[in-house]
């Protein structure tokens, strides 16, 4: 009798903590699948030990020693999700067959709406959008995953490094070593966590709004000016990655289902703090599920786009398997 009014305690203290903690284990495992069982599994072990949660920290820390726990002992199995650029030298024929690795977990990106980007407090969906940047998570992939642990731990939740050293089992002087080879090799292939996520100027949006122009009116060769010199195109599972404006619009012409005007649709939608794009292709009269997209910009141009050819991710984004021009979620 007497668990009934503890167990109902901890679900209303801890419930609404479960946004921020699937941003946790999404920036840990780079799958937004793995973050939610991750999640469930945080959620079943803290309502189990509720009874021994003695209040020696706050709720809300005991349940982030425990997440980061489970992602630990998850990354020892699973490993980690690259993007194609993280395992070899870019392509240098467009035209090519593509070759597809079912094989690798891939990098999943995520929605704003999971994780707390897409809410009603402003600083909250700064901070949710600044620390799941795509390029910030696909970096994070590469550090060993106790060095992403305590990173994530330090430099986007704000913990105190005996808060750190407590959670993922090291000294205090550990962890300050741990942070300091964490954070040197981040700077090398990823933006700052300092740097504030804007908004996109009006060249950025004109920019945004010539590109899905030109995909929806099939006008392939518009895409060149809209690319930095040195910008990349890579689409998950495919394990080829292409740089510079000429090859990836080579790319587009040769490898892209879409023949004419209208084949393609571009939905905008929102997806680790960045503008992108759910796409759907043409087939047999009706527009269907086809890739989720997110451009990068680097000043008025797009330096980088992430394809993700999971049809899954459609559910995952709360997005219908068939557009019809109806509201996305």
């Known amino acids: 009798m007497t668990d009934k009014p503890m167990n109902e305690d901890f679900l209303r203290l801890a419930d609404p903590m479960r ?42 820390t005991w349940l982030y020693r425990i997440a980061t726990t489970a992602c630990l002992t998850a990354i020892d199995s ?41 809410g009603d407090d402003p600083a909250a969906i700064v901070t949710a959008r600044e620390s799941i940047r795509l390029a910030l998570v696909a970096a994070l992939q590469h550090l060993p995953p106790r060095q992403r642990a305590v990173l994530i731990l330090r430099d986007v939740l704000r913990w105190k490094a005996a808060e750190v050293a407590e959670a993922v089992g090291v000294s205090t002087a550990a962890v300050n070593s741990i942070l300091q080879r964490a954070r040197a090799q981040l700077s090398e292939v990823a933006p700052s966590l300092d740097d504030p996520v804007q908004p996109l100027t009006q060249e950025q949006q004109a920019t945004l709004d010539r590109y899905v122009a030109a ?55 929102s997806a680790n703090g960045q503008p992108a794009f759910a796409l759907y292709h043409l087939q047999d009269g009706v527009h269907r599920q086809f890739a989720i997209m997110i451009p990068t910009f680097s000043g008025e141009r797009i330096s980088h786009v992430g394809m993700f050819f999971e049809e899954s991710l459609f559910e995952t984004f709360g997005l219908p398997p068939k557009w019809e021009g109806s509201e996305t979620k």
């Open 19 to 60: 946004r921020e903690l699937l941003a946790h284990c999404y920036r840990m495992m780079g799958s937004v699948h793995d973050a939610e069982d991750l999640v469930q599994e945080t959620y079943l072990r803290a309502w189990r030990g509720y009874d021994n949660f003695e209040g020696r920290s706050s709720l809300r």
């Open 215 to 269: 995909f929806e009116n099939y006008d392939v060769d518009s895409l060149v000016e809209l690319f930095t010199k040195d910008a990349i195109w890579e689409m998950p599972p495919f394990v080829g990655w292409y740089q510079g404006p000429e090859t990836i619009t080579d790319l587009v012409r040769h490898q892209c289902p879409a023949e004419r005007a209208g084949d393609l649709k571009l939905v905008p939608i």
């Open 78 to 118: 699973r490993g980690r999700r690259p993007l194609p650029t993280g395992l070899g030298a870019p392509s240098l024929e467009a035209s090519a067959p593509l070759v597809q690795d079912g094989e690798v977990p891939w990098l999943e990106p995520v929605p704003d709406s999971l994780v707390g980007a897409g």
